[in-house]
């Protein structure tokens, strides 16, 4: 069994940075196996996939709507996966989820608890 915790959510201005953090831990989780991904679920909107890392060899995607301004990166000593949010934007409001799947897979096993963004203007 694979635990995510997420943290770091928090109410922002539009403009300014935050930083999530995602903590993966399990008794027979082989991280160097797992791709973490960030998605985010906003108020009546589907969730929606946000960046995506590996843990080993650390290739990461984006969609479009976040590239240039959020940076996914994993500190594999910590266990952690980051998702660095700049320039944030009204849009980028939502509850944000962690998630891990086998390197190979279509689908996220594993998900977090999730945690609240919330940009002002």
């Known amino acids: 069994q694979v635990q995510l915790v997420e943290s770091g959510g928090k109410l922002v201005q539009a403009g300014d940075s935050l930083r999530l953090s995602c903590a993966a831990s399990?008794?027979?989780?082989?991280?160097?196996?797992?791709?973490m991904g960030w998605f985010r679920q906003a108020p009546g909107k589907e969730r929606e996939f946000v960046a995506s890392?590996?843990?080993?060899?650390?290739?990461?995607m984006y969609a479009d709507s976040v590239k240039g301004r959020f940076t996914i990166s994993r500190d594999n000593a910590k266990n952690t996966v980051f998702l660095q949010m700049n320039s944030a934007k009204l849009e980028d409001t939502a509850v944000y989820y962690c998630?891990?799947?086998?390197?190979?897979?279509?689908?996220?096993?594993?998900w977090g608890q999730g945690t609240q963004v919330t940009v002002s203007s």
């Open positions: 998630a891990a799947k086998v390197i190979g897979l279509a689908t996220y096993q594993y």
């Open positions: 399990g008794r027979t989780f082989s991280f160097a196996s797992y791709t």
């Open positions: 890392i590996r843990w080993s060899g650390g290739s990461t």
